[in-house]
DNA sequence: ATGCGACCTGGAGTGCACTCCAGGTCAAGC
DNA sequence: GCTTGACCTGGAGTGCACTCCAGGTCGCAT
């Protein structure tokens, strides 16, 4: 358990490139990482600990921008731990309505398969009885969240 | 009900731009939409079908291309509906993986955030008892997913 | 017939999150 | 001391999914 990462070390472990570490640290995701005499960089604990926390946020898709607000708190002090709270629970938030909006949609499109399921075992009943290639048609089946009528983005004139 | 809907209609109802309509189109998503006299486009229930579809998938983050691809697979009729359910299996089946992930990371971000309200709590508990402004240091607890040793992209070399 | 909003086309532009590159420098083993 | 692989910099390039634009045309109500 050494004191400090080497770049490729840190990369491998969380699985991105050192391009991706470089360019969180442009961005301002990551605090201040130091570096060794030859100008190489060290990973510490703390920035792995907070690269873990922003690797987290990022697999949720939180944009780089709202990231590096979050990091500058951090950078900030102990004084910003109510606000990064707030950040935390929003995300989570919105985190709890995505993965809601993606169940849905994963129960449509189990509905889908099931149809087209029963399409083919139609079909192949009527290759039994009769003798044809042919079934229903191309794609009955609603697939929900058709039509909802809220968020009329995009009018155009 | 009407036996076409306008392009306004079509993009009210599900949401989306008529740009984004007829970028979908210009990438082969949606069979062939017809059009009135003027050149004006006629969304059939056919085309609003598929494009619930469609937009289903979107919602799922099924790449345009693969949308394609199982748009091409409608276009070649009843016949590939084998194929068809293939590929919406296979979505499913890394819709469930992106799903248990998003869950984990919520859990590992509750974590973090339950942590944070220690720190708060804990701080304002020596505050209290003592007077300081100080608590614990930047950020402390695991926020999980960390090393995992898989999925080693990005050498450089 | 005229006004106006919805619609048309082809093509260029945008935003995001990386990713790649050239041309070096550094560090560790032999 | 030399090789070799890991690392450095600034800046350009990529891929994706739209989104916007200019300069028209359509169609319906008045």
Chains 1, 2 share one sequence.
Do not use: N, W
């Not at 189990?110 to 029963?118: L, W």
């Not at 399409?119 to 044809?132: K, M, P, Q, S």
């Amino acid at each position: 358990m050494p004191d400090y990462y080497t770049p490729g070390e840190t990369a491998r472990r969380f699985g991105v490139s050192l391009d991706t570490l470089r360019y969180y640290e442009r961005e301002g995701l990551l605090t201040r990482v130091e570096r060794g005499a030859g100008g190489h960089r060290r990973y510490r604990a703390s920035d792995v600990e907070l690269l873990d926390l922003v690797r987290c946020l990022r697999d949720t898709d939180m944009p780089i921008a709202r990231l590096r607000e979050f990091a500058e708190l951090v950078r900030e002090g102990d004084a910003t731990v109510p606000r990064r709270v707030e950040v935390l629970e929003r995300h989570e938030e919105r985190l709890a309505e995505r993965i809601a909006e993606l169940v849905d949609r994963q129960a449509a499109i189990r509905h889908k398969i099931a149809y087209y399921r029963g399409v083919l075992a139609a079909a192949e009943d009527a290759e039994g009885a009769a003798g044809g290639a042919d079934g229903a048609a191309g794609g009955r089946a609603p697939v929900g969240a058709g039509a909802e009528g809220r968020g009329a983005r995009g009018s155009e004139g």
